[in-house]
């Protein structure tokens, strides 16, 4: 059975920073894109940031551009992301998930196959 599981989320004061991770388990992730998403409730599903298989392409939302970073660790079939500059606009809940087919091209329209259940990021101002 395939799992996502996040961690890392917290309560953190604005300016502050924050380092999500995800591990998969069940099967490996190492030539597949990844991304962190988030949501706040009654609003729809954003995608925050993703990384291809190899980590040479990234993809950030404009929200988030210069202060988030996404990484992977594809021997440990993690994925990370590194909130700096937080502001109260980033509190959601964030979430990770995997592209089921490989070698894909990272972008704002890839669909992905499996989720996590999210871990929740809460800032205060």
């Known amino acids: 059975q395939v799992q996502l599981v996040e961690s890392g989320g917290g309560l953190v004061q604005a300016g502050g920073s924050l380092r999500l991770s995800c591990a998969a388990s069940?099967?490996?992730?190492?030539?597949?894109?990844m991304g962190w998403f988030r949501q706040v409730p009654g609003k729809a599903r954003e995608l925050v940031a993703a990384?291809?298989?190899?980590?040479?392409?990234?993809y950030y939302a404009d929200s988030v551009k210069g202060r988030f970073t996404i990484s992977r660790d594809n021997a440990k079939n993690t994925v990370y992301l590194q909130m700096n500059s937080l502001k109260s606009e980033d509190t959601a809940l964030y979430y990770c998930?995997?592209?089921?087919?490989?070698?894909?091209?990272?972008?704002?329209?890839?669909?992905?196959?499996?989720w996590g259940q999210g871990t929740q990021v809460t800032v205060s101002s």
């Open positions: 998930a995997a592209d089921g087919d490989t070698f894909r091209r990272v972008g704002p329209t890839l669909q992905y196959d499996f």
């Open positions: 069940g099967r490996t992730f190492r030539r597949n894109s």
């Open positions: 990384i291809s298989w190899s980590g040479g392409t990234t």
